[in-house]
């Protein structure tokens, strides 16, 4: 990355957290890649305002490092010497949140720069009120400030603990981020079990870091993962649900898949879908392949859907609880309907799923049950049916992955590109089994006229 300047050594640190090194390596403006016209302004009006007031401000995390690697920069990030009240003072637009890691959101628009303060060490004497951990070292609150090479040391990875002064274009490195991006490591600053216990998603953000990177995770920072995963199951499930949305929307869902698995972290995340992988032969050939597809769809430009992403996560369950309950007697119709609603309840133990991507994928899931029933007017109720283009891609999902017999989708592709008269024809043609569906709903009995005059 060219030259640099240094105060003390440039070597990475060893220096236990919240500690005062004293070193940091420098990189000059002309020394790295990343650029002003490449940077929100609304970050950097931030970063000045700040600045003019008489705080230290840096733009640190995601956006530095990506900018060095020659990515385009995202997620601008602040960290200053000022207090959370002493930057909502100097900001119309900003708002305190958070009780756990108290930050300030300063919002343009749309846009919310995340403002934090300087963190610094824990001394053991700041009081419930500023920092508190649980019996498992995790941390409940966190608002001990610091300076600003403390707060380096308290980030999670070196890589994202680089501190970009726009005002004068130098980069600070308190960590070695700079010789671990060089040489493509994940590496996590300080006791890797401790920070794990610390704050248990730091275990998916480093799955997620190495995949969207293509990093390697250091060897000690990947050691303990295994030991600690079922700490996740103590993280509020409504994080979790956003941290997998991270995982898997961030373009590489296949590769992030695949680390999580290896580090034993989907089945703390997917329970019941992790039990099905291996009982059912068709499974992970289907989830690959969605991921992959995800995967494409991002890097087209289109958009993707959470609903569509839970719905083929989760199938395996639902279709592993569906046999359980027609082995015990039940119908093939109501065992869907309930194996769905019985896999979402013990799905929401780990992640929620908020109603408006649950019921869409509900209807993804009830649609594989009426796409083989076509004869009448249900296949072009069917095609108008606001999930249908979905439960389609779905339906082609499954087929793909071995878990039915090719044949339906075929018919639907065809059935889609045809006139009205060709259309016809095709539903003429069907063999008598795709008639009716049955239905799950349990027949009204008539009452008999004598009942009737008793009653009436």
Not at 79 to 100: K, M, Q, W
Not at 324 to 351: F, V
Request: hydrophobic share 40%; with cysteine.
């Amino acid at each position: 990355m060219g030259n640099t300047t240094s105060s003390g050594s440039g070597n990475r640190l060893n220096t236990p957290i919240g500690k005062h090194s004293g070193h940091v390596r420098i990189l000059g403006s002309k020394d790295h890649i990343l650029r002003r016209n490449q940077l929100s302004e609304n970050a950097l009006k931030v970063v000045h305002r700040l600045a003019e007031a008489g705080h230290e401000a840096y733009l640190v995390g995601g956006c530095v490092r990506d900018g060095l690697l020659g990515l385009d920069p995202k997620d601008f990030d602040v960290a200053t010497s000022a207090t959370p009240d002493e930057v909502r003072a100097l900001f119309r637009n900003a708002r305190i949140i958070g009780r756990r890691f108290r930050i300030v959101h300063v919002c343009f628009g749309r846009e919310i720069i995340e403002v934090t303060t300087f963190r610094g060490q824990h001394s053991g004497d700041e009081g419930d009120h500023r920092s508190q951990q649980s019996e498992d070292g995790m941390l409940l609150r966190d608002n001990v400030w610091g300076s600003v090479d403390q707060d380096a040391l308290r980030r999670d990875f070196t890589v994202n603990a680089l501190y970009y002064n726009p005002i004068d274009g130098t980069i600070h490195d308190w960590a070695g981020g700079i010789e671990d991006m060089e040489a493509r490591c994940l590496r996590l600053i300080g006791k890797p079990e401790v920070r794990y216990r610390e704050d248990p998603v730091r275990m998916l953000r480093a799955v997620r870091f190495a995949a969207k990177l293509s990093f390697t995770l250091e060897e000690e920072t990947e050691e303990p993962i295994h030991l600690l995963a079922p700490m996740l199951l103590q993280v509020p499930p409504a994080r979790l649900f956003e941290e997998v949305l991270k995982l898997f929307l961030s373009g590489k869902a296949l590769a992030t898949y695949l680390i999580l698995r290896e580090q034993g972290l989907f089945a703390m995340l997917f329970p019941a879908t992790f039990d099905a992988l291996s009982v059912l032969p068709w499974a992970e050939k289907m989830i690959r392949q969605a991921l992959k597809n995800t995967d494409a769809r991002l890097a087209a430009g289109k958009p993707v859907t959470p609903a569509f992403l839970y719905a083929s996560l989760l199938w395996p369950a639902v279709v592993m609880e569906s046999m359980a309950m027609q082995a015990e007697g039940m119908s093939e119709i109501p065992a869907g309907q309930q194996a769905a609603h019985t896999t979402i309840t013990r799905q929401l133990q780990h992640t929620s799923i908020p109603k408006r991507f649950s019921l869409p994928m509900r209807d993804i899931w009830d649609m594989q049950q009426r796409l083989p029933r076509r004869r009448g007017k249900r296949a072009d109720q069917l095609l108008e049916h606001p999930r249908f283009r979905a439960s389609y891609d779905f339906l082609l999902l499954r087929e793909a992955a071995g878990e039915l017999e090719p044949g339906l989708g075929d018919w639907w592709t065809q059935y889609q590109a045809l006139d009205e008269h060709s259309r016809r024809e095709m539903i003429a043609a069907l063999p008598a089994s795709t008639a009716k569906a049955p239905s799950s709903r349990p027949r009204r009995r008539r009452r008999s006229p004598r009942k009737e005059q008793r009653t009436s």
